[in-house]
């Protein structure tokens, strides 16, 4: 008897001590923002951490890294992406953690205004330098660790990627080059279990603008140009929530899209739409091989057959 006594206490005691000791929660999703100090990339880094994930959000300056410090879940980072070594820092401060990397978001951009032959040089380097190499040196920089969690890779273009505005010659190449980085890099990583997305915003409120005005300064030939300083007040356009929930999105899906276009009204989807059928049009006419209006019509029907509902 007192054997099968104290065989029932200790399995009450192993009982007690599984209901006292629940298995733990799994360790919130990592992922890393760029230029996350304002605009789109704060959006990005509130609404994430908001849901769960664990934020690494970037930023340049010490007040911006201050702001981002103090939100909940996030855990502030010095990065210039055009440095080396702040990327370097940045990789080592995410090993060092052990908990690992899910997601990039390569957000961080500039702008530069005006026509080409009033550009300097510099300016249009360094709008590459961060719009289209900065993304490169992070994926080159973080892919292993995405690799491991079999993780996703955002890339923030803009509809800008498709449309290119007679002013804004050296932004929109830069964001041309992030359709192409996305395709290529989807392309390599999908066998291992990395998505690629790109998502493309409209016009949102940013401090894009401001920025480039004051690196280019008020005398520079685009702040001259007429009506330019009254546009570079974005606060007229809506918050950037709906890029926000694009991004959340292309993390969460399991079958996420390739391109996600975000816009704030049916005038700019209609122009960035327009677009790509007028360049469609270009690639097929007066060439040997050309398709005739059945043979196009059909190959549209047969993408929309695949088309998923609406994002949002």
Excluded: W
Excluded at 85 to 100: E, F, L, P, S
Excluded at 251 to 274: F, G, W
Aim: glycine share 8%.
């Amino acid at each position: 008897m007192r054997l099968l006594l104290r065989g029932c206490v200790t399995l009450l005691g192993a009982a007690a001590f599984s209901s006292a000791q629940p298995a733990e929660a799994p360790a919130p999703k990592a992922v890393l923002v760029t230029g996350a100090s304002t605009g789109i990339g704060r959006k990005i880094t509130e609404r994430l951490a908001a849901d769960g994930y664990f934020v690494y959000a970037t930023a340049r300056k010490p007040e911006d890294l201050k702001a981002l410090g103090a939100l909940k879940h996030v855990q502030a980072l010095p990065l210039d992406v055009t440095h080396p070594d702040d990327v370097a820092a940045v990789v080592a401060t995410i090993t060092k953690a052990g908990h690992g990397l899910y997601g990039l978001v390569n957000n961080a951009g500039i702008a530069t205004v005006g026509a080409i032959a009033d550009m300097k040089l510099e300016e249009y380097e360094l709008v590459m330098s961060v719009n289209a190499a900065g993304p490169l040196r992070m994926i080159k920089a973080l892919e292993p660790l995405i690799i491991e969690q079999k993780g996703r890779i955002i890339n923030i273009g803009s509809i800008s990627g498709i449309l290119a505005s007679p002013n804004l010659a050296a932004y929109s190449m830069s964001k041309h080059a992030i359709e192409a980085l996305t395709d290529s890099l989807a392309g390599q990583v999908d066998t291992v279990g990395v998505r690629v997305s790109v998502i493309e915003p409209g016009n949102y409120n940013s401090e894009i603008g401001k920025n480039a005005l004051t690196r280019m300064g008020a005398d520079s030939a685009a702040a001259r140009a007429t009506g330019y300083a009254a546009r570079v007040d974005r606060s007229n356009y809506k918050q950037p929530d709906e890029v926000a929930a694009a991004v959340e999105q292309a993390l969460s899906d399991p079958e996420p899209k390739r391109r996600y276009m975000v816009v704030p009204n049916q005038e700019e989807a209609e122009l960035t739409i327009r677009k790509q059928i007028e360049q469609l049009v270009q690639l097929n006419e007066g060439q040997p091989y050309a398709f005739d209006r059945t043979a196009l019509v059909k190959m549209l029907d047969e993408a929309l057959a695949k088309a998923r509902p609406q994002t949002h």
